[in-house]
């Protein structure tokens, strides 16, 4: 976005807000694109902002199987390594387990023990920040007001038991309003239903039954998962393996892959019979 588009949508922010009367913002948001107050993207990003209180924490994190993390105990080359290896800038720190998140660690502090001789014995708790926790039913609007007035990153995010559920940064919030932000250090990501040359779908385990039905006309029904793969395991009554396959709801299901705590892929396909 451009300065000159920049400054019209915020001097259009400041024409809804001071808008008297019942008007929804969502309506005042069309009509201001109809009227060509607001270009496409612009509009998307606003209706992105006002759905932020409709989202919660554990719809946006990363689940705690995909964190990458460090032990306290591990040695500074070993968690250099996996900073070098994951392209992040900040990684938690746990102890014993990742339900003992004991600090965040920025890369940046790690420099002081390579550069500094006199430093014989480094101490990683000594170069860590204070975690920020959040229970997993914190709204997503929330969740950015408080990564702005605590100046603050990343957060942990935890189940109702107190046990680490995933993480949420800065950036996961902000491409619930700009979409997709990636950088230099981020591997191309395949797209979570992919069409198949024979007509089945090829799906990302972690996608929505919602976003399914959307995108790829298949419509399975729970009301007690929201992913393929919590389906898939609801049907089974455990998590398969690879090379598994199941009949449902009209639907044949092969497990491309899993491993022992969830499903990555499935293929999806109509029933022969």
């Known amino acids: 976005m451009d300065e000159d588009s920049d400054s019209r949508l915020w001097t259009t922010l400041r024409h809804f807000f001071s808008r008297k009367g019942d008007c929804h913002l969502e309506e005042a948001i069309q009509e201001a694109k109809n009227d060509g107050e607001l270009q496409n993207e612009e509009m998307s990003m606003l209706l992105n902002v006002l759905q932020l209180d409709d989202k919660q924490a554990y719809e946006i994190m990363i689940p705690r199987t995909e964190i990458i993390c460090a032990e306290i105990d591990e040695s500074i ?3 250099a390594r996996k900073f070098f290896e994951s392209g992040h800038s900040r990684l938690p720190i746990y102890k014993e387990t990742k339900d003992q998140v004991v600090g965040i660690l920025h890369c ?5 023990f390579f550069v500094d001789e006199e430093i014989s014995n480094p101490d990683l708790g000594s170069v860590l920040r204070t975690p920020y926790f959040i229970p997993e039913t914190k709204n997503v609007r929330s969740i950015l007001l408080d990564f702005q007035s605590n100046k603050q990153h990343m957060a942990i995010v935890l189940d109702e038991y107190g046990g680490t559920a995933g993480l949420v940064t ?7 309003i700009v979409g997709d932000i990636e950088d230099e250090y981020d591997p191309p990501r395949p797209e ?4 198949e040359a024979d007509g089945s779908f090829l799906v990302s385990g972690r996608t929505t039954l919602e976003d399914l039905h959307e995108e790829g006309t298949i ?3 729970s009301e007690q998962v929201e992913t393929v793969g919590g389906y898939i395991i609801e049907q089974l009554g455990r998590v398969p393996l690879s090379g598994e396959s199941l009949e449902a709801q009209g639907y044949s299901f092969f497990i491309k ?3 022992p705590k969830q499903i990555q892929w499935v293929l999806i396909a109509k029933s022969e019979s």
């Open 77 to 79: 080359n070993d968690v």
């Open 108 to 112: 940046k502090e790690l420099l002081r």
């Open 170 to 176: 800065l950036e996961d919030v902000l491409e619930e």
């Open 192 to 195: 979570e239903i992919q069409v």
């Open 219 to 221: 419509l399975l029904d």
């Open 257 to 259: 892959e899993a491993d």
